[in-house]
Every structure is written in C-alpha cells, then in structure tokens.
C-alpha cells in the first residue's frame, strides 16, 4: 500500500523555495500554487503588487489575441491569452473592461484608455490590479487632430525615470509627430518628443525602443538620453520606399525586422514589383551606437509581424506553425503570407478572411493578432477553458479559488 503523504504540512521553508520557484516561472502557476490549500497559501505572499513595479508580479509571456469575432473585448468583457512559452491559452473574463478601450500591452498588462474621461489605466487580468494615471484629453486636443490617429493610439509600459518604485506610461500615435509619458503621480501627460515620430516602438528590458523612418534610425525613446541613436537602418536592401519596419523582443533579444520589395527585371520598367523580402537584424542595446548585427535564422521561433504589435513563439509549443519563418500580414483580403527565412521563399497561406462587420463599421477595439495569428492558433481558441477570477480573487474564497483552480490547471 502507497505511504500515505500530507503534503499540506510540507515546511514552510520548503513551501516557500517551491513558491518562488514557481514564481520565476509564471505568476499564474503562482496564483495556483497559492490556491492549492490555506498553509500553502499562507506560505506564498500575494501577488498584488499595487504598484505593477516587480516585473515577477507580471503575466510575463502572455499576449491577448484577438477571435476576430467582430465583438470588441470591451463589450464582450473577456480576452483570450496565450503563454507564448507553454503555448496554454486561457480566456479570461474581465468586467473591468467595460466602458474601457485597450491602447497597449505590456509583459501581459493591458494598457486601458477610458471612453467618456480619456483616463489611462495599467491592468493586471489576472490579479486585478490597476494603476491610474491622469486623462490624455488635453494630448488629443492640442497634439492629435486626426481622428484615426487617437483611434489607434498606441502605449507600452516601462520602469520609471525619475522614481525607482514606480512606472511610466509612453503613448504615441500614427502619423502623428510627438511621444508623449505620464506615470501614477502626475498632474498631467508631458511631451516627452515633440517632433519624432515612430514608425514602430517596443518596450524592451524595462525601456522603450523605436524607429524613425524617415532618418533610418533606432532610437531610445525613454527614457531621455543626450544620444539616443542606437543605430542606423542600412539603405541597401530593395526600394527604400517600399521599407517597412518592425521591432519585436524574440529570445531576449530585441530584434529589427525590415521588409522590402524588389523591382521585378533588372530595373523599374519590366513588370513593377517583385515579392517581398526580409532582412532581420538584432539591435545591441548593451552599449552606445551599438549598431546591428544580421540574423540568419531564428532556429524553432516564428515571427507575426502586424501593425500595431509583433510576436515571437515557439514551434515547439505551437506545432501547427513553422519555425525559423515569419508570418505577415498582406493588408488585403487574403491577409496571411508565410515567409521562410532559410529559404527565402515566399508562401500565400490564408484563403479570404475578413474580420470586420463592413456593414455596420465594427472593428475588434483590440487590435492584435487576429486573423493571420489565428492561423497558428486556432486550435487552441476554438476549445480555449474561460478563467473568472471574480471581483475578490485576492481573498481566501473556497468557491472561486476552486473555480480558479479547476481552469488553471484544465
């Protein structure tokens, strides 16, 4: 007969090696951990950071995705996840959403901004905590006319500058010049660039990093810095007015993504153009002008490469994606286009995908990886389990620690 274990009554010394272990893996597996009896519990501390500060607080590694659906996540109150380093994905249910609109994500925090105040809000889906900062309305009056170019507003969250136990908040928009930062204990949102601006922008190591087209270079957004050039964009690939650029963390690296396209024949007057092409490039931030280095291969990771966000993953958790390959979107009805970075090859894989309501102009308020991304996930979205933490997942509540339990670790 099997010896009879009580693992509730493990040491608390040993409990909380185990609680931290799992913590530097994923704050879920924590929140778990901690849901699995009250000594267990008591032996991990809460993973409320009211401050969002402690980056192992975070859902590190989770990215929403969007259904494609048509239903804003604002109004259907939920968003799917993906664990980009386990390939688990969850649909959380999230109230807090109401009356919101997402403008960014970060480290798996959703950047909300508030439709009737402009308030600015950093959230947690999965401890449910938020942080505000002041509205943006004057932003919008003063800087941003266009209309499409508040729609598509885009935001990241880094460390702060000027205080060690806080965060800042770097908004920018689309054909628009200016950057603008605010952090919780600000009056207001300050310019922090008045003429840059991004074509492209990602936090990366607690900082934000971006492109500016029109002078090639890589530059580092916030914080300030006298030099903030980290290096320059080679002009020798294809037709420079064809250059697209993106920039995505891939392996703890931060690497920069140019697409490019060649004129069919030897020159412009034989059929247009060619195919697109890509050269990728890891940015060396650890120094001053570190410059660019070429990638050749991306081993098992594949690339999604979308306007407003990009995304690195693992073949090895998505198996029905290729690797060492990046993933586009085409910008028209047949959106989806694999390119193979060995080979060079390039791969039209989606039949016609339209993720919009024409009729009644509805758009997902999230605009992530939605139908091209759906390609490599879909299996996944299709039977994804519904995670409600309730509105006190922070208590000692039998019935939603169970509940919370049983979709975890489903």
Same mark, same amino acid.
């Given at each position: 007969?099997?010896?009879?274990?009580?693992?509730?009554?493990l040491?608390?010394?040993?409990?909380?090696?185990?609680?931290?272990?799992?913590?530097?893996?994923?704050v879920?597996?924590?929140?778990?951990?901690?849901?699995?009896?009250?000594?267990?519990r008591?032996s991990?501390?809460?993973?409320?950071?009211p401050?969002?500060r402690?980056?192992r607080?975070?859902p590190?590694?989770?990215?929403?995705?969007?259904?494609g659906?048509?239903?804003?996540?604002?109004?259907?109150?939920?968003v799917?996840?993906?664990?980009t380093?386990?390939?688990?994905?969850?649909?959380?249910?999230?109230?807090?959403?109401?009356?919101?609109r997402?403008?960014?994500?970060?480290?798996?925090?959703?950047?909300?901004?508030n439709k009737?105040?402009?308030?600015v809000?950093?959230?947690?889906?999965?401890?449910r905590?938020?942080v505000d900062?002041?509205?943006?309305?004057?932003?919008?009056?003063?800087?941003?006319?266009?209309?499409?170019?508040?729609?598509?507003m885009?935001?990241?969250?880094?460390?702060?500058?000027i205080?060690?136990?806080?965060?800042?908040?770097?908004?920018?928009?689309?054909?628009?010049?200016?950057?603008?930062?605010?952090?919780?204990?600000?009056?207001?949102?300050?310019i922090?660039?008045?003429?840059?601006?991004l074509?492209?922008?990602?936090?990366?190591?607690?900082?934000?990093y971006?492109?500016?087209?029109?002078?090639?270079?890589?530059?580092?957004?916030?914080?300030?810095?006298?030099?903030?050039?980290?290096?320059?964009?080679?002009?020798?690939?294809?037709?420079?007015?064809?250059?697209?650029?993106f920039?995505?963390?891939?392996?703890?690296?931060?690497?920069?993504?140019?697409?490019?396209?060649?004129?069919?024949?030897?020159?412009s007057?034989?059929?247009?153009?060619?195919?697109?092409?890509?050269?990728?490039?890891?940015?060396?931030?650890?120094?001053?002008?570190?410059?660019?280095?070429?990638v050749?291969?991306?081993?098992d990771?594949?690339?999604? %490469?979308?306007s407003?966000?990009?995304? +690195? &993953?693992?073949?090895?958790n $998505?198996?029905? =994606? #290729?690797?060492?390959? /990046?993933?586009?979107?085409?910008?028209? %009805?047949?959106?989806v286009?694999?390119? +193979? &970075?060995?080979?060079?090859? $390039?791969?039209? =894989? #989606?039949?016609?995908? /339209?993720?919009?309501?024409?009729?009644?102009?509805?758009?997902?308020?999230?605009?992530?990886?939605?139908?091209y991304?759906?390609?490599?996930? #879909?299996?996944?979205?299709?039977?994804?389990?519904?995670?409600?933490?309730?509105?006190?997942?922070?208590?000692?509540s039998?019935?939603?620690?169970?509940?919370?339990r049983?979709?975890v670790?489903?």
């Amino acid at each position: 007969m099997e010896e009879w274990k009580d693992w509730a009554s493990l040491h608390p010394d040993l409990m909380e090696l185990i609680a931290a272990r799992v913590l530097a893996g994923d704050v879920v597996d924590y929140m778990s951990l901690r849901a699995v009896c009250t000594r267990w519990r008591a032996s991990a501390p809460s993973p409320r950071d009211p401050t969002l500060r402690d980056e192992r607080l975070r859902p590190r590694n989770w990215v929403a995705l969007c259904d494609g659906d048509r239903v804003r996540p604002a109004d259907a109150c939920e968003v799917a996840f993906l664990q980009t380093a386990t390939g688990r994905c969850v649909r959380v249910r999230l109230r807090e959403l109401r009356g919101h609109r997402i403008i960014g994500f970060t480290d798996g925090l959703l950047i909300l901004i508030n439709k009737d105040t402009t308030a600015v809000r950093i959230f947690h889906p999965f401890t449910r905590v938020a942080v505000d900062l002041p509205p943006i309305a004057a932003v919008f009056d003063n800087m941003v006319k266009n209309q499409q170019s508040r729609a598509w507003m885009k935001a990241a969250v880094c460390a702060s500058q000027i205080a060690s136990d806080s965060i800042a908040v770097v908004a920018w928009f689309p054909n628009v010049p200016g950057v603008v930062v605010a952090e919780p204990n600000f009056p207001c949102w300050y310019i922090l660039h008045q003429d840059v601006e991004l074509a492209a922008a990602v936090p990366f190591q607690g900082r934000i990093y971006g492109i500016i087209s029109d002078t090639r270079q890589v530059v580092q957004v916030y914080p300030r810095c006298l030099e903030p050039c980290v290096a320059h964009v080679p002009n020798t690939f294809g037709i420079p007015q064809t250059h697209a650029f993106f920039l995505v963390e891939s392996a703890e690296r931060l690497v920069l993504v140019l697409r490019h396209f060649y004129y069919h024949g030897s020159d412009s007057t034989e059929g247009g153009y060619g195919s697109c092409r890509f050269a990728l490039f890891e940015v060396d931030t650890t120094v001053q002008h570190g410059g660019l280095a070429p990638v050749t291969s991306l081993g098992d990771l594949a690339l999604f %490469l979308g306007s407003y966000r990009c995304l +690195s &993953v693992s073949q090895r958790n $998505l198996p029905s =994606i #290729s690797a060492n390959a /990046i993933y586009f979107d085409n910008g028209n %009805l047949y959106p989806v286009s694999l390119y +193979s &970075v060995g080979s060079g090859t $390039l791969e039209q =894989i #989606s039949t016609v995908s /339209i993720i919009h309501d024409f009729r009644k102009r509805i758009r997902p308020s999230v605009p992530v990886f939605s139908a091209y991304t759906g390609q490599g996930v #879909s299996c996944f979205m299709n039977t994804t389990p519904y995670l409600d933490l309730g509105r006190s997942c922070g208590t000692n509540s039998k019935s939603k620690t169970s509940k919370f339990r049983c979709v975890v670790d489903a």
